[in-house]
């Protein structure tokens, strides 16, 4: 019975250990093959890397020249700026000169015409006067004596010399 036992155990424990070692072998297998493939996606994973870290280089140069680029061009315009403000203050400068001879100008002007008027006749200067706009004939009132003022208001048309004293008071 042993024999009969031994008999049918041994074959089946035999066709068991081949099955096992198909399946190892089966194993090993798909082991080296999974092997081949983790090794071409870590090749590529490499591949990867260092094409990102040539970008990763470029990128940086790339952003360095630019910085320095943009440095110039600050530099630049500040230069300018500095150039627009001086330009600017010697304008500033030559208006007020300006203004400052044509004050001169207005005022030598306003003493002839003022020397003019002071020596016609009151009734003279207040026709005249009437036919000026009414600022100008104040100025050149203003750039008179008080009595020869006084005698030329006399002169003109109430209405007249009434609005030329108003804006004269002004």
Do not use: H
């Amino acid at each position: 019975m042993k024999r009969v036992v031994v008999g049918l155990v041994l074959p089946t424990v035999f066709v068991y250990a081949l099955q096992t070692s198909d399946r190892l072998y089966d194993c090993n297998a798909i082991f080296k093959e999974r092997k081949s493939e983790l090794l071409v996606e870590l090749e590529r994973i490499d591949e990867q890397k260092q094409a990102l870290n040539a970008l990763k280089i470029a990128t940086e140069e790339l952003l360095k020249k630019k910085e320095q680029r943009l440095n110039l061009q600050e530099e630049d315009l500040q230069k300018r700026e500095q150039q627009i403000e001086q330009k600017k203050s010697n304008i500033e400068a030559m208006l007020k000169k300006n203004d400052q001879i044509l004050k001169e100008l207005k005022d030598t002007k306003m003493t002839k015409m003022a020397q003019t008027f002071a020596k016609m006749k009151p009734a003279s200067a207040a026709n005249i006067l009437s036919d000026m706009p009414p600022q100008e004939a104040v100025d050149i009132l203003n750039s008179l004596k008080p009595k020869t003022v006084g005698k030329i208001l006399t002169k003109m048309d109430a209405t007249k010399a009434s609005k030329l004293t108003l804006l004269m008071s002004k």
